[in-house]
């Protein structure tokens, strides 16, 4: 049976490394990269490049891409779009290609390369994802994004709801980030926006006044589309 | 008020190290070397003298002190103790001084000396530590020490254990991972001991025959006494 282990943050990615080449990784930034990509692939997006600079990222206006970069929460002057997953209209971005940099999600995304197979989730395709998991069949490791290789609530939220239907569907673990993951989203998911209310980013989200984006991001199973890493790029499949 | 932050693996130290020689730490290692520190308190033991290598531990014998070394969950061969609570009893620990290495704990003291205060705190001490941190007033660090820079389960149940009992006294947090914390130890405080069964340190017990350590490491204010680093040494104070 395949196995589950949890990294709560990039800064513990060394610890989990090993054998990288020979798994699946899920790399989770909820709030709100994850989410944001799995929207443009659910409103048609061709495919994304994701990049860890804003310079390299600009680059690829001239090759026809929208362009889109956040930093601590904000749009960078002068792209096309920010990290708001309700910017990424079926009007804007059916049968384009963006190239995208955000403060967290890109960079893990960059870190688990190496891995045999890279997915992009949130809770929008969480069952979907959890499929794919199981018809590749290798041990995941779920990759928390965090902020600034800080724990986070949300994202260890998702983890666990990920978690919880990969057990159910025959999997296992021994991992106690896993086990805390699952406890905190099965203790809460009857009240998951309640329950975030006090977490940090979404207390950032209150400054930023993009509340509205909370509820898009946790709306589970609007999307049968699995997005993951190939080439460089991130494609979507639906399911 | 003071505000409570959570460090849920030593290696995301780096991320709280700033302004500590203003802050409180408490040193979390339930199982169990903060444990067997707090009930070598407990029974009458005059100093401990923690040391990162087992080398320099047993120097300490020549200067009359009893030497404790362990090392992935067994005592080091040629020292008096081990890291099991139950053999610091009080026939062989009253008025004597310790020397003790362990494999995570006192990596973690180490780490954390440069702190206005260092505490040593398990289950046991519980209450006594949280009035302890509140006289003092100043900000608090609770440093899971973890497992070879893993998050473990027992150790962020104790942090959410003390984070809990210290809003309750009129602190304040901001923070994700003791949010995280708080809620796995309130919702499992009622079955501790059956929560702990799958977590991986527990599935170690098991393995090393020491199941009856788990007990006493989880005995809530058994103790009265609050343990602190006072010039490389530690040493107990009765509230």
């Given at each position: 049976?395949p196995k589950i282990e949890t ?85 804007l971005v059916t049968g384009r ?7 967290n999600g890109t960079r893990a ?131």
């Open positions: 049976m990294l709560l943050s990039p800064a513990l990615f060394h610890l989990h490394s090993e054998g990288l080449e020979d798994k699946q990784v899920v790399i989770i930034d909820v709030l709100r990269a994850t989410t944001t990509v799995v929207v443009a692939f659910e409103n048609g997006v061709d495919h994304v490049v994701a990049s860890a600079s804003v310079k390299d990222t600009l680059t690829y206006r001239d090759k026809g891409y929208l362009v889109a970069a956040e930093r601590n929460g904000i749009m960078v002057e002068g792209f096309d779009l920010g990290n708001s997953p309700q910017d990424y209209t079926p009007e290609n963006i190239a995208l940099t955000t403060t995304l960059n870190m688990a390369e190496e891995a045999e197979t890279v997915w992009v989730a949130s809770f929008r395709n969480l069952s979907a994802t959890a499929e794919a998991l199981t018809q590749n069949g290798r041990d995941v490791l779920l990759f928390c994004a965090g902020w600034k290789d800080r724990f986070n609530m949300e994202d260890t939220l998702f983890a666990g709801a990920l978690a919880e239907q990969l057990l159910t569907m025959g999997w296992t673990t021994d991992d106690d980030a896993t086990f805390a993951a699952i406890d905190l989203y099965s203790q809460n998911s009857h009240r998951l926006e309640a329950f975030l209310e006090k977490a940090s980013h979404v207390q950032r989200f209150k400054t930023l006044h993009i509340e509205s984006d909370l509820q898009v991001c946790l709306k589970i199973d609007s999307s049968r589309t699995v997005v993951y890493l190939q080439d460089d790029k991130l494609v979507g499949k639906t399911l």
